[in-house]
């Protein structure tokens, strides 16, 4: 919803060529850690970084509207359901929700459950300004 191809970020960016890539977000967590990491390719990533706060903020302040969460989350869940098509994936996921203590058959319950003001509440909870990193890896010129 905030940086996939179809979210007005995505088109923005794409738009005003400060794209060079694909963004991307993982979500990672553990019994004493949870992290959030954004990637991507840009020649000026600062920029990126900005309009994504800037659309984050928005987010905040405007709320989502149900109709894009319905959307994504559909597509959400179908990627979810897909990862059974192969076998590495169930591996590498029934692996690591053991260790983070996950039943992840739970996964399809829960998500039916998560609410717009679920999202809102996430937004304003982990999206903060002054926990923001930024890490730019340049190549040899």
């Known amino acids: 919803m905030l940086i996939g191809k179809s979210s007005k970020l995505y088109k923005k960016l794409y738009e005003e060529e400060l794209l060079m890539s694909e963004l991307s977000l993982e979500y990672d967590f553990g019994k004493t850690y949870a992290h959030i990491v954004i990637t991507g390719q840009s020649k000026d990533p600062k920029k990126i970084l900005q309009e994504l706060t800037k659309e984050i903020n928005n987010l905040k302040q405007n709320g989502i509207q149900e109709s894009e969460f319905s ?64 890490s730019i890896v340049k190549g040899k010129t």
Request: charged fraction near 35%; aromatic fraction near 12%.
């Open 71 to 134: 959307r994504i989350k559909n597509m959400i869940y179908g990627n979810y359901v897909k990862e059974y098509n192969n076998v590495s994936d169930i591996c590498r996921m029934f692996v690591s929700d053991h260790f983070k203590g996950v039943n992840s058959f739970n996964y399809i319950e829960e998500c039916e459950k998560i609410k717009t003001t679920n999202l809102e509440e996430t937004l304003k909870e982990v999206f903060k300004e002054e926990k923001t990193v930024i």
